[in-house]
């Protein structure tokens, strides 16, 4: 069940608008319930228009009362509606009337067992929902202590939906992004946009966080963006204090430009909020071999790891840096995938975030070779960007589960949104690199020793790995890094290690993109191999060591101009 809660000024007002059998889907209005059982029924009578004064001057009785004394609230009127999930059974006049009491007495309009509680009437006038009208005024002529009624009254539907065996709506947290409103929706629908001002301006901060190394460096890619209007709040020492930002075009009546802060566009883009993330980048660098696209997946692999592991601030931390990863991503892929990109970091935006605080320290490593991927040519086959988003797959499948534990419904469903889009933009980017490695499959008696491997290393999951089309793939990866001195059975094993494969669709191509990352680092000598072999032995799996994070480079910024 959904309720919306508003204010008003004329009770008459909104009295007239519940009984209206003009309008659309308004049919049979009447009352359900009512603050004694005996109020005046406008649906129930002959004459409707004089028991709609007659129930107006009832529930205004006491407000009249306090306005003598000069104690109404300028707002006296409290309107509630409430309404079923169409999937949900037609409820009764009866349980529909019990829900109001519950719902008047959550929020404070009527608490149970108080004589002095608000006057209301809950109004059906068509089978999925009702109308809450009450005045604010108690008889004591007190106003009603209704604060977070919004809350109080969805946790008390939550338990409702439960006893009545209704359909259970999934509920947030309150730290999700602030949706457009109705009139900013028309207003970009006039314009032949496809997204709002508030949303374009949303998502262009998330990319420049994502970018960005420093709070300077942010506000610098923010003022150098086209399109994009910046006004850098400062205190009087000098030092930045905040920011809001427009869209050029988005005015006002007086064709003034419409200014959003931070915070406004989401609860995690204000400045100190920005600035807390950014503090916490791993400034290393790293060595000169190291790829940093080889880095940000690395550090992708482990966030399963971390998730179930470490502790819900640092999980979180990893998360919030995950969501700038995919944040970022768009801006060095293939043009063909980079819708698909972008609905894939909106719709993780709102799994990236809980009411767990993060420690965004822990996530240091991640943010640096996010930037320092970012701060890389676009490659120039889909290797590597498959490679990464393999990965990110399973990130979020793990993210998701981390939320479920937690019972972060709406986390869990923006998580599965996620990757839908993201399967999307993978396997349209994955086609060509596996055709390709695919091509170059050994000779058989190569490929039968292959197959002997994985049936050792991976036998949970061989037969799936073995009937994989891209497992010629697997095979042509392990045979050019024997031929580069690695040793195929330890590539193998050490990709199974990295992370169970039971998340994985696929597994033979994350076996794939593991090996063929882990075959780039330089092969170890005789001796190397020997001691991996006894380490291998004393332990069942070694977890993989990360090369430190990027250079901090600037970033190419797409469309970018000087204001």
Known sequence: MIAKITGGKETAN???????????????????????????????ADDVDATKRRLVADLDLHVKQAERLGRAPEKHVWHCSVRAAKTDRHLSDEEWGDIARRVVAATGIAPDGDPDGCRWVAVRHAPDHIHIAATKVRSDLRTARHWNDY????????????????????RGDRTAAKRPTRAEQEKARRAGQARTAREHLRATIRTAVAAATSTEEFIRLLEHTDGILVDVKHFPSGDVRGYTVALEGDVNAVQEPIWY??????????????????????????????????????AVERIPHHLEHGDDVAAQAHLA???????????????????????????????????IQAEHQHARALRGAVRAMVREPTPKDGALLAMFLDAAILAIIAAARWHQLRHHDQQVAAAHQAL???????????IA???????????QQVVERHILLVRQTVSD???QVLEDPAFDALAAVLADAEKAGHDPKQLLQQAADQRALDDARRPARVLMWRVERLSTR????????????????????????SPPAAPAAQPQWPQARRR
């Open 261 to 298: 802060s931070g915070s406004e566009l989401s609860p995690d883009l204000s400045l100190p909020k920005i600035r807390k993330r950014l503090d916490a980048t791993d400034p290393q660098r790293c060595p000169r071999k190291t790829n940093p696209w080889h880095q940000a997946t690395a």
């Open 14 to 44: 909104l009295i007239r608008y519940l009984y209206d059998t003009k309008k659309k889907g308004h049919t049979d209005p009447h009352l359900v319930a009512s603050w004694d059982g005996f109020a005046p029924d406008p649906g129930r």
């Open 321 to 355: 840096a995950f969501g700038e990863a995919l944040d970022a991503l768009p801006l060095r892929a293939p043009q063909a995938i980079q819708p698909q990109l972008r609905q894939t970091a909106e719709a993780f935006e709102r799994a990236a975030h809980s009411r």
């Open 522 to 545: 330089s092969a170890p000598s005789a001796r190397a191999r020997a001691a991996q072999v006894r380490s291998h032995a004393r332990r069942s799996s070694t977890p993989v060591q």
């Open 461 to 463: 999951h061989a037969e």
């Open 151 to 170: 809350l109080t009254a969805d946790r008390e539907l939550a338990a409702i939906e439960k006893e009545y065996d209704l359909f259970q709506v999934i």
């Open 433 to 443: 690199p596996l055709t390709v490695l695919a091509q170059r499959r050994p000779p």
């Open 420 to 430: 839908v889009h993201l399967h999307a933009a993978y396997e349209q980017t994955a």
